[in-house]
């Protein structure tokens, strides 16, 4: 019996949901933001650096060369800035175009093995789920390595379909520029997750036939080896030190910059970073035996093979960075996709609707609380630079705050009571409006306090005298704005200091600006 047609069946509804659920989780509030320290500002700052240089090689950050990522990222923010200027859209824009190739490539990949409604709930998902959406917009390397690595993977499992060579070519040639954009973690992920699966389907002899394409290699050598190859030639074994020991290995190895965990990890990451479809996840690993019934050998349908595919790439890039002694939360944004797409085929068949209400309600609960939790706990709070900065609370957590917190709070539980539309159906609204709440009013808040001042700091400093120092902090952001190099040393007479509150009380000057737990301030003599 076949499925009566449905408004979720249509292509032009799918088209306008997912455009409306890109402008607000990507695009929204990109030009009013101020750049985020510390990663934001690292970016930004090495970029503006090239200009302020004149070296498109090398990514420099305050005169001292940045090998944490390779240049791919930032030759795309030189080019958007070039044409637009130094603002924070401009730094943001590859990173929000990324995002949104990237959503777009999820929903025709899983058309095509999964049907429309599943491609649906795949880009839904993967435009509105908490985590993607607030990396996806920010200003690093993130979302457009994100973009290369899963069309790498996607092109994998179009070769183990099809068989036809030019998708091990595309792969490479994905893999090549993610490589370019962040390092070996774009090769790393692609090939464990395409090895397991041919291996599972018995077909290893033509992953290794895939890998050993010479043509294929060659487009990878072609796009990855010459920036690596110049950088190595200028600035010889302190670039392999600084970039594949450093950054690459000793971040494996042990905690870097204090970002650690256990096991336990990354398992809650999932649950949060899928907000609002944290129901799906659950719903997902109910079906995790049926997906892997009888593995061994060719999957009985395509769709099926996709889920065993999408649990494999999770599960791999799961159990790879738990292992990693750095933790970080968006490094499980390489795996996400495959267990999106999971979720996606199971999403349109689920039928208990409170399962996938109740997370987004808690979290909604919680979001409506956050002024009055902030407010009972607020002498607790340490450091006390952190009481600084959410001195100007009262300007955002206002009425405005409640109603609309508040109303989309009403909305869920009002989906949840409701029986007239289906589970599937409500999602949408659901997931729209979270959004909505995380990226036009909780990112907003956080970003005006914890980084208004900062940036208000650095538009002043850009038209005064004198050298840039920074001391106690390290907030790069700052160095963009003033459109000057920040250098970190012992102050002098003279010096244009950026510090702490509770640090300038210590240091004699002129205070020009003080708001949030920063003081500008010219220094002055200590006798």
């Given at each position: 019996m076949m499925r009566p047609t449905t408004m979720l069946d249509s292509r032009r509804f799918h088209l306008i949901v997912l455009a409306v659920a890109v402008a607000i989780g990507y695009v929204w509030g990109i030009a009013s933001l101020p750049l985020?320290?510390?990663?934001?500002?690292?970016?930004?700052?090495?970029?503006?650096?090239?200009?302020?240089?004149?070296?498109?090689l090398t990514p420099y950050l305050n005169e001292e060369p940045r090998f944490a990522k390779p240049v791919l990222i930032y030759w795309l923010q030189a080019a958007s800035v070039g044409v637009f200027g130094f603002t924070e859209w401009a730094f943001r824009l590859p990173s929000v175009l990324a995002s949104a190739a990237w959503v777009g490539l999820i929903y025709a990949f899983a058309d095509r093995y999964l049907g429309g409604r599943s491609a649906f709930f795949a880009g839904l998902i993967a435009a509105t789920s908490l985590m993607t959406t607030v990396v996806g917009k920010a200003a690093i390397s993130d979302a457009v390595l994100l973009f290369f690595l899963t069309a790498a993977v996607f092109a994998t499992f179009n070769h183990w379909v099809s068989g036809e060579r030019r998708w091990v070519r595309w792969a490479y040639l994905a893999?090549?520029?993610?490589?370019?954009?962040?390092?070996?973690?774009?090769?790393?992920?692609?090939?464990?997750?395409?090895?397991?699966?041919?291996?599972?389907?018995?077909?290893?002899?033509?992953?290794?036939?895939?890998?050993?394409?010479?043509?294929?290699?060659?487009?990878?050598?072609?796009?990855?080896?010459?920036?690596?190859?110049?950088?190595?030639?200028?600035?010889?074994?302190?670039?392999?030190?600084?970039?594949?020991?450093?950054?690459?290995?000793s971040r494996f190895d042990e905690p870097m910059e204090g970002h650690s965990g256990g096991l336990w990890y990354y398992p809650v990451v999932t649950l949060v970073a899928l907000l609002p479809f944290t129901g799906a996840v659950l719903t997902a690993l109910r079906y995790l035996p049926s997906d892997w019934q009888a593995a061994y050998g060719k999957p009985a349908s395509l769709p099926l093979a996709l889920r065993r595919f999408g649990w494999i790439w999770f599960g791999l890039t799961l159990l790879l960075f738990s292992f990693s002694g750095t933790k970080l939360p968006h490094y499980l944004n390489y795996g996400l996709v495959g267990l999106m797409l999971v979720m996606a085929s199971h999403l349109p068949h689920i039928?208990?609707?409170?399962?996938?209400l109740v997370p987004p309600a808690l979290f909604l609960l919680f979001?409506?609380?956050?002024?009055?939790?902030?407010?009972?706990?607020?002498?607790?709070?340490?450091?006390?630079?952190?009481?600084?900065?959410?001195?100007?609370?009262?300007?955002?957590?206002?009425?405005?705050?409640?109603?609309?917190?508040?109303?989309?709070?009403?909305?869920?539980?009002?989906?949840?009571?409701?029986?007239?539309?289906?589970?599937?159906?409500?999602?949408?609204?659901?997931?729209?409006?979270?959004?909505?709440?995380?990226?036009?009013?909780?990112?907003?808040?956080?970003?005006?306090?914890?980084?208004?001042?900062?940036?208000?700091?650095?538009?002043?400093?850009?038209?005064?005298?004198?050298?840039?120092?920074?001391?106690?902090?390290?907030?790069?952001?700052?160095?963009?704005?003033?459109?000057?190099?920040?250098?970190?040393?012992?102050?002098?007479?003279?010096?244009?200091?950026?510090?702490?509150s509770e640090r300038a009380e210590r240091t004699p000057g002129e205070v020009l600006y003080a708001k949030g737990g920063y003081v500008l301030m010219r220094v002055g003599s200590s006798d």
């Open positions: 985020f320290d510390l990663d934001e500002g690292a970016f930004t700052g090495a970029t503006w650096a090239m200009f302020e240089r004149g070296d498109f893999m090549g520029l993610g490589f370019l954009t962040k390092g070996p973690v774009a090769v790393v992920i692609p090939a464990l997750a395409s090895f397991a699966f041919y291996l599972v389907t018995a077909r290893g002899r033509d992953w290794w036939r895939a890998v050993l394409d010479w043509q294929g290699i060659l487009i990878f050598l072609a796009v990855a080896l010459p920036w690596y190859i110049a950088v190595w030639i200028e600035h010889g074994q302190y670039f392999i030190d600084e970039f594949f020991l450093k950054n690459n290995v039928r208990h609707r409170w399962l996938h979001v409506l609380l956050l002024p009055w939790l902030v407010e009972i706990n607020f002498d607790q709070i340490k450091p006390s630079y952190v009481q600084d900065m959410l001195a100007e609370r009262d300007r955002f957590f206002g009425v405005s705050w409640y109603l609309i917190v508040g109303g989309t709070l009403a909305l869920v539980i009002a989906a949840g009571l409701a029986r007239t539309w289906s589970l599937p159906r409500v999602m949408i609204p659901v997931a729209l409006s979270c959004a909505l709440v995380v990226n036009a009013l909780v990112l907003n808040a956080v970003g005006q306090m914890q980084q208004g001042p900062v940036r208000d700091a650095g538009l002043m400093a850009r038209d005064l005298p004198g050298p840039l120092v920074m001391r106690d902090m390290n907030m790069p952001s700052f160095g963009v704005y003033a459109q000057k190099v920040v250098e970190r040393r012992e102050v002098r007479e003279g010096d244009l200091l950026l510090t702490r």
